[in-house]
């Protein structure tokens, strides 16, 4: 019934711009007008790591629900946890329109968005009027135009700490000039000192210890990866998402890959997850992973775990597979764990990453 509904209504979503489907799409949740599932996740996908317990590893990625509109519909959907942000201390208006493009013909979208968001108060008074209970990440990002973007970053841990479950630091968007220099090792050594130190701040004023997670780009240079990946477990950082959008145009066949700005979508898939292995590799399994980038099936899911995935974000699968692509890979994975004679999916994590890791990137 589910993929009926949606068959009847792409046509339509498809005959608008991408940001005005969007729009639309943010409407509906709103007013309540989704699919609940219809039975409780199968056993073996839940998912025990930083002190949550996720009911299954799928969550929707960043840049779906910049502020925060429809947290509680991404959980009534059947995600194990939400996203919210990116949300910048201060609201901007991103990049001038048209900024985000289908590539139908690719099963892809690239979008220069530039953090569009209404900024840190707007999302917090949503997050307050919050309904329901469950895992909730914020992703922080920095204004254009900040002096100080470390700051921004600060200031998000500070402004959300009560509301989040977690928190994603975005410093791989290709959107906002100079923010992918944050990864740099000598300035994401700064960063990470000093977010750190803002949340054992909290946590000796009396607040739980929420994870803290660092999103990188799928365009790192191999040679990076280590140092990046060393000064991350050198400040005992909880995890790491793997990966943003990508600036490579590999392969593309529509007429929009001409267009500035980050690709997502299927052909980001095999980047994605062997820049997800190479770090799982780099990491040696020692920090939890967020595996980001492509994921539009069960089989893609599945893939991901294996490269060293704990937990999984989509977004552009559900532009072109529609909402009913979040129960298909929980079938597809639960099914994957019978297989595999495992009694939870956690078991598969990782079990390819070497295989995946040493694949070329393109």
Known sequence: MLNSFFDLARPMLFALSPEDAHELTLRSLEMGLYPRPSAPDDPSLAVDLWGLKFANPIGIA??????A???DAML????????AGTTTPLAQPGNPRPRVFRLVADRAVINRLGFNNAGHRAALERLARRTRRGILAVNLGANKDASDRTA?????????????????INIS???????????????????????????????????PRRPIVVKLAPDIAEADIAPI????????????????????????????????????????????????ARVREATAGQ???????????????LAKIEAGATLLQLYTGLI?????????????????ARRAGAKSISTLVGTRSREWASKPLA
């Open 62 to 67: 960043a840049g779906f629900d910049k502020d």
């Open 69 to 71: 509109r429809v947290v």
């Open 76 to 83: 009534g959907l059947g995600c194990g946890f939400a996203e």
């Open 152 to 168: 921004d970053y600060v200031k998000g841990i500070e402004t959300f700490y009560d509301a989040a479950s977690l928190f994603t």
């Open 173 to 207: 968007s290709p959107n906002t000039p100079g923010l992918r220099d944050l990864q740099a090792p000598a300035a994401l050594d700064e960063l990470l000192g000093r977010v750190m130190s803002a949340r054992e701040a909290l946590v000796r004023s009396g607040k």
């Open 229 to 276: 990946a060393e000064r991350i477990l050198a400040h005992a950082v909880d995890g790491i998402a793997v990966s943003n959008t990508t600036l490579a145009r590999d392969g593309l066949i529509d007429a929009n890959a001409r267009e500035a700005g980050g690709l997502s979508g299927r052909p980001l898939f095999h980047r994605a997850t062997v820049m997800l």
């Open 287 to 301: 920090i939890p992973l967020i595996g980001i980038g492509g994921i539009d099936s069960g089989e893609a899911a």
């Open 320 to 336: 072109y597979e529609g909402p009913g692509l979040i129960a298909r890979i929980k079938d597809y994975l639960a099914s994957a």
